[in-house]
């Protein structure tokens, strides 16, 4: 079944410790998107790639970076977490045309020690 | 820059009652509007868009431009509603959807 696929489903870490999420895909879509979703908030847009163009929100904190080696994986990577990192990461792709639905992962929480 | 507003946190129905989850929107441009679902323990997915003018699980929701709002409606709630529904918002023109979610609201329905 195709699907976007992220691991783990739970990640903990240290305060300062860099910390990696993944993300696959079998849909074959150009566009792979990254959203951080804290408590009772809404999902928030961190940066996207549109095939191996990367665009930044404005508002993403220089901690957070992301890869996308090819077509299938997208990797969030926060250099030095802070105990307000700790959300819901949720990956989701787009086939990048017709403005079409997002389809999302199960998402990764993600818990700051 | 695009917001998207629904002020009802929690909404509490019983099975059959009508259901209406609010959603306002704020964009200068033309917006794509979407509701997602997102069921206990499962993953966020889309339940409808307002360009498809389509009812899914018995939800509709039509794009009022001029009140800038885009209102999940159902005539006759079921358990099986129960869930977190965010509404979200593309700009049209993007090529490909770039959302701005909403807060959302949890719809509990009761027997």
């Known amino acids: 079944d195709a699907m976007v696929i992220q691991n783990p489903r739970y990640q903990v870490t240290q305060f300062g410790k860099p910390v990696t999420l993944s993300c696959s895909q079998t849909?074959?879509?150009?566009?792979m998107y990254w959203y951080q979703q804290k408590s009772s908030q809404a999902p928030k847009l961190l940066f996207h790639?549109?095939?191996?163009?990367?665009?930044n929100e404005a508002d993403t904190p220089d901690n957070f970076q992301s890869r996308r080696p090819n077509t299938s994986f997208c990797f969030l990577d926060i250099r030095s977490p802070g105990l307000g990192d700790a959300a819901m990461y949720l990956c989701?792709?787009?086939?990048?045309?017709?403005?079409?639905?997002?389809?999302f992962g199960d998402g990764t929480r993600l818990s700051i020690l | 820059a695009q917001r998207v507003t629904q002020p009802e946190k929690l909404l509490s129905v019983f099975k059959g009652a009508p259901v209406e989850l609010k959603c306002n929107y704020s964009?200068?441009?033309?917006?794509?509007l979407f509701w997602y679902v997102q069921y206990s323990r499962q993953r966020l997915q889309l339940l409808l868009r307002?360009?498809s003018r389509e009812s899914i699980k018995g939800f509709t929701a039509d794009l009022n431009k001029g009140e800038t709002s885009f209102h999940l409606k159902k005539p006759f709630a079921q358990e099986e509603d129960s869930a977190m529904y965010y509404c979200?918002?593309?700009?049209?023109?993007?090529?490909?959807?770039?959302?701005?979610f909403g807060k959302g609201t949890m719809l509990l329905v009761s027997p």
């Open positions: 989701a792709t787009s086939p990048g045309h017709g403005n079409q639905p997002q389809h």
């Open positions: 849909l074959n879509h150009n566009v």
């Open positions: 790639y549109y095939d191996k163009d990367f665009n």
């Open positions: 964009y200068s441009g033309s917006p794509e």
């Open positions: 307002h360009i």
């Open positions: 979200a918002l593309s700009p049209m023109n993007s090529g490909y959807s770039t959302l701005t």
